[in-house]
């Protein structure tokens, strides 16, 4: 059985195939600058040099027609036929309280989708663009929709509702909603299989730290608070957005600039490790010029580390107690330094960090030291295999 799974954005295009024979990737891509000059795929078979191809992409019609080309070309393709596809994942970031799993698509999932566009303004439509133009292209193949906010539904009230008029959430559904959840799902449950106990009787805080940031309060294998909350600026520090804010910076933010989508620009791209070091937002950059004695980015960094102990912290408080913390994405999989910051002082929780264990990037590890009661793991995210899973469980063998 082989899917197709997407991954569409408002101007890329990620895909990957994969043969869930033995769940391993056949080829994968990336569609960018769909619409803007300067459109390319780039596509990669498993094993081959990648392939660039510099042509006009002016919509996403355009751009699944040359994925597909791409898949059955003869020398660097993965398909001899199209119908060796068996269905198409989507990733979809909001499924509002509408979906709190993953689904088959139909028109109704359609409509849903749309309905929760206000949620989502940005990403939402450019989902809907892909899963139509993948309809358009291939109208008998099965397509299912994976949710990023799916995951978090199970959070109860008191974690999802927040504290100012009820009614802006009976109305307007005002809420914690939270992101990342294929990525908190898939490395809370691979730690449970790493640590060979049934995720049913773990507390776990999952860390998906990469340019957008969540961590997420893992119990008995369901999701019971998140930092991200209705949209994706809240928690700890990110790359360009500000994390956690007391409201009256925003009022204050709101009465400077007189504008809320100059205010939004602040918020989601102006802030974090950008705003507070002044020249990146990439943590690569953030430590190499904190070694030297830069001391905004210094400071930048300190506040990313303190930001996701407090958050361990508060939710291991939350759980009543902690087995597992799980650093995954590209900061949580590559920065050393930043596990062992964050994990340096949790030894007060049981969470021992063992330094000579810590040397590991992008792939998976235990970095507590032998004994410590609460493990720390490193744990690389795979939504594309959570997509691809929920598909094939949703569409049945082929
Ligand atoms: P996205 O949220 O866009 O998917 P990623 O998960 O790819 O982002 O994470 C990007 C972040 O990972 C960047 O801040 C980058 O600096 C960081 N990162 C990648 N490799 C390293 C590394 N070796 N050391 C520190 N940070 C790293």
Redesign the pocket.
């Known amino acids: 059985m082989k899917i197709l799974v997407l991954n569409c954005g408002s101007s890329s295009l990620k895909y990957q195939l994969m043969n869930m024979q033995d769940e391993s990737v056949l080829a994968k891509g990336l569609v960018e600058r769909i619409g803007i000059a300067g459109s390319r795929i780039k596509h990669v078979r498993t094993g081959l040099d990648a392939v660039v191809r510099d042509t006009d992409i002016p919509n996403h019609k355009v751009a699944i027609k040359l994925v597909l080309e791409a898949l059955l070309d003869p020398n660097h393709g993965a398909l001899r036929d199209l119908s060796e596809l068996s269905a198409a994942g989507h990733r979809v970031v909001h499924g509002g309280e509408l979906f709190t799993t993953s689904v088959r698509i139909d028109a109704d999932v359609i409509k849903g989708i749309e309905e929760v566009i206000h949620l989502a303004p940005l990403h939402n439509p450019a989902n809907l663009q892909g899963i139509r133009a993948m309809m358009d292209a291939l109208p008998d193949l099965p397509s299912v929709a994976v949710f990023d906010t799916a995951f978090h539904q199970t959070m109860p009230p008191r974690a999802f509702v927040y504290g100012i008029p009820y009614h802006y959430y009976e109305k307007d559904r005002v809420r914690r909603y939270g992101f990342h959840g294929t990525s908190h799902f898939y490395v809370a449950h691979r730690a449970a299989e790493i640590l060979g106990r049934p995720v049913g009787e773990l507390k776990i805080v999952t860390c998906h730290?990469?340019?957008?940031?969540s961590v997420t309060a893992v119990n008995g294998g369901k999701c019971v608070d998140t930092s991200m909350g209705l949209g994706t600026a809240e928690g700890v520090l990110m790359?360009t957005r500000s994390g956690n804010v007391d409201p009256s910076v925003m009022l204050f933010l709101m009465e400077q600039e007189n504008d809320p989508k100059v205010v939004s620009h602040i918020v989601h791209k102006e802030s974090g490790?950008q705003g507070i070091s002044g020249f990146s937002?990439?943590?690569?950059?953030?430590?190499e010029e904190a070694e030297k004695g830069n001391e905004r980015a210094q400071l930048a960094f300190d506040m990313l580390c303190y930001g996701i102990r407090k958050y361990i912290g508060s939710y291991a408080a939350a759980m009543g107690g902690l087995d597992a913390v799980v650093f995954t994405?590209?900061?949580g999989?590559?920065?050393s330094?930043?596990r062992e910051k964050v994990s340096e002082g949790l030894g007060f929780l049981g969470a021992h960090f063992d330094p000579s264990r810590n040397q590991v990037?992008g792939k998976e590890a235990e970095i507590s030291a032998p004994g410590s009661k609460v493990k720390i793991l490193v744990v690389p995210t795979n939504e594309e295999l959570v997509i691809a899973r929920d598909t094939r469980d949703l569409v049945g063998k082929r």
């Open positions: 730290l990469g340019n957008g940031s790359g490790l937002s990439d943590l690569r950059d953030i430590e994405a590209g900061i999989e590559n920065s330094l930043l990037r």
